[in-house]
């Protein structure tokens, strides 16, 4: 069974960083991956998703995520944070097949701007 | 246009009461999710209806739970009898299932239930 994990619960970046927030996932041929934004009392965003081709996925708000098969991850990106990230952070992997619409999610990481 | 409509947005319960909740998908979307999101488990999928029938209820913790979906505008959630166990946030998602390609589940902004 396809699994993820998101070895990060917290991240604290100061504003104007740069970010990368961490998955891995565990699955047996190549996944559909999803990075999702979940604000505080809302519900989650999708922020971008790889199914297939260039491996290097640009999303909105100027997130971006890579496919690393080799490294069974698909980390988030963005060159220059700002207070409004702050927010906590989904990535999900989707099983190919008849069932690909299963997404399973990792726990999660609360993205900390601070100024 | 419009996204994936939940109601209530929250709600303060007895134990023991039951709970409904209330699910309206994006139009034209033929598969909809019913996710449960807590502090220990995370987001867990309860469960997945695909052009109305349930197709996979795995998810779905114990025969106090039940969905129905029926129509393609329309699903609720029941929890009876209810308990402080089951305080959670319960997310509606949905999405068009088809193609060549995955597609992408749309999120409601979650019914947020308190069990006392």
């Known amino acids: 069974a396809q699994s993820v994990t998101q070895p990060d619960i917290h991240i604290t970046v100061s504003e104007g960083a740069s970010l990368e927030l961490r998955c891995n996932y565990s699955?047996?041929?190549?996944?559909?991956l999803f990075w999702y934004v979940q604000s505080p009392g809302q519900g989650l965003q999708l922020l971008l998703k790889?199914?297939?081709?260039?491996?290097l996925v640009q999303g909105i708000k100027g997130f971006e995520a890579e496919f690393k098969r080799s490294q069974s991850s698909f980390n988030l990106r963005k060159p220059s944070v700002h207070w409004s990230d702050a927010a906590e952070y989904f990535c999900?992997?989707?099983?190919?097949?008849?069932?690909?619409?299963?997404?399973?999610f990792g726990t999660g990481t609360r993205l900390l701007v601070s100024p | 246009d419009a996204g994936v409509i939940q109601s209530p947005r929250h709600e303060v319960t007895e134990m023991g009461q039951e709970v409904t909740l209330r699910c309206k998908p994006i139009?034209?979307?033929?598969?909809l999710f019913w996710y449960r999101q807590t502090m220990m488990r995370g987001l867990e999928l309860l469960i997945y209806?695909?052009?109305?029938?349930?197709?996979?209820d795995s998810g779905m913790p114990e025969d106090r739970f039940s969905a129905k979906m029926p129509n393609a505008s329309f699903s609720t959630l029941k929890i009876q009898p209810s308990e402080p166990r089951d305080s959670a946030v319960y997310f509606c998602?949905?999405?068009?299932?088809?193609?060549?390609?995955?597609?992408?589940?749309?999120f409601g902004e979650g019914s947020w239930l308190t069990v006392v």
């Open positions: 999900a992997v989707g099983h190919r097949g008849t069932s690909f619409q299963k997404l399973v």
């Open positions: 139009s034209g979307h033929n598969s």
């Open positions: 790889y199914f297939s081709g260039d491996t």
């Open positions: 699955y047996g041929a190549t996944p559909y």
């Open positions: 998602a949905s999405s068009f299932t088809g193609g060549a390609f995955g597609n992408t589940i749309y």
């Open positions: 209806f695909n052009n109305n029938v349930p197709i996979d």
